[in-house]
């Protein structure tokens, strides 16, 4: 095997890597919410109240808790998808795709900056 198909196998294992992120990330996101709304389902509490991020996890309610926990995992999959993809495109030294993924992070950052993390 020559250098250039093993760096082609390279770049395939971590594209199917980036793959893997976005199914696993949308496949916890949807256990979490799933179990979150068996546990309210179960407990005849179908009021809903919004969940402050600071206090995930400090209430009474382990199903809203865990269906809060499960839209910040499907909101983190995104910006995971483009870090992972930052890290394939470094590596294949394509430098344009970098600098849009570099640039679509620190967009990123500053939202969170503006809106209070």
């Given at each position: 095997m020559d250098a250039?198909?093993?760096?082609?196998?390279?770049i395939r294992l971590?594209?199917?890597?980036v793959q893997l992120?976005?199914?696993?990330?949308?496949?916890?996101?949807?256990v979490l919410m799933m179990a979150g709304l068996a546990i309210r389902l179960a407990s005849g509490d179908l009021t809903a109240q919004g969940v402050?991020?600071?206090r995930l996890f400090g209430n009474q309610r382990p199903g809203?808790?865990?269906?809060?926990?499960g839209l910040l995992v499907l909101a983190a999959v995104p910006p995971l998808r483009v870090v992972s993809l930052l890290i394939l495109w470094c590596r294949e030294r394509d430098t344009r795709f970098v600098l849009v993924a570099?640039?679509?992070?620190?967009?990123?950052?500053l939202a969170v900056a503006a809106g209070g993390g």
């Open positions: 250039d198909s093993r760096n082609q196998e390279k971590a594209r199917r890597t992120v976005l199914r696993l990330g949308l496949a916890l996101a949807v402050p991020l600071f809203e808790d865990l269906m809060a926990l570099i640039t679509v992070v620190a967009v990123l950052l």
